[in-house]
């Protein structure tokens, strides 16, 4: 089945500064690849997906790349803030699936220092 | 609209119980999922319901079960609960299997 690796675990960075993180995932005919930030406490929410006929998806601060070829995919933050301080995960819909049916990497614990 | 809503929000229960938790979906959507999470293996998927039907199912044992009603909500049971089976168990929801899943806050079980 599908497997999703991310790294890494934990990330630390000067508030101005970007930020990076990134997945691979084992099934090659995985289609939906979202990205979900969890603050302490607090549910899991979408920040950002991309499917597999996609490269490249940029919302205001956040961008998401996708190379099929290597099966990896990347969360880019640029002008890191405060509170951009959560745990981020990326998931992996894997082939058969569906949106509800996610293959979630463990968490990178970011943290924005003023 | 009212989100996703699971109750309980906390439980405590003895090695060997049982439990039942409740999950009611954002009104209209017809796909629930659950995802058990820990701090050492993160987020992970125990199954998916559309349409009072279970569609999806991950790697957990059997002891781990669920059902969805006519109106969407669902209910997961755990039975001889063992100490590991302590997690935070989220339930999300989706309009259909291709729009985004919405989470709910979650019912930490703890096992003891």
Not at chain 2, 20 to 31: A, F, N, V
Request: net charge positive; glycine share 8%; charged share 20%.
């Amino acid at each position: 089945g599908e497997n999703v690796e991310q790294h890494p675990s934990t990330l630390s960075v000067q508030e101005g500064d970007s930020a990076v993180i990134k997945c691979t995932y084992s099934d090659s005919a995985s289609n939906y690849f979202p990205w979900y930030k969890q603050e302490l406490g607090k549910r899991p929410q979408l920040i950002i997906d991309i499917r597999s006929n996609v490269g490249e998806k940029k919302d205001q601060r956040i961008a998401v790349t996708l190379n099929k070829t290597a099966k990896h995919f990347s969360l880019h933050i640029t002008e890191t803030q405060p509170e951009d301080s959560a745990v981020y995960f990326c998931a992996a819909v894997p082939y058969g699936g569906s949106q509800g049916n996610l293959i979630f990497g463990k968490g990178t614990k970011l943290s924005v220092k003023p | 609209k009212a989100g996703v809503t699971q109750t309980p929000r906390y439980l405590i229960k003895t090695r060997g119980q049982q439990v039942t938790l409740s999950c009611s979906p954002i009104s209209g959507h017809r796909s629930v999922s659950w995802y058990q999470q820990t701090p050492g293996q993160g987020l992970q998927f125990l199954f998916e319901y559309f349409s009072e039907t279970q569609r999806n199912k991950g790697n957990f044992p059997g002891r781990f079960s669920g059902r969805q009603f006519s109106n969407s909500r669902s209910e997961m049971n755990v039975s001889t609960l063992e100490l590991g089976d302590s997690a935070l168990y989220l339930c999300a929801s989706s309009l259909e299997h291709r729009t985004e899943a919405f989470f709910g806050q979650g019912t930490r079980l703890t096992v003891v």
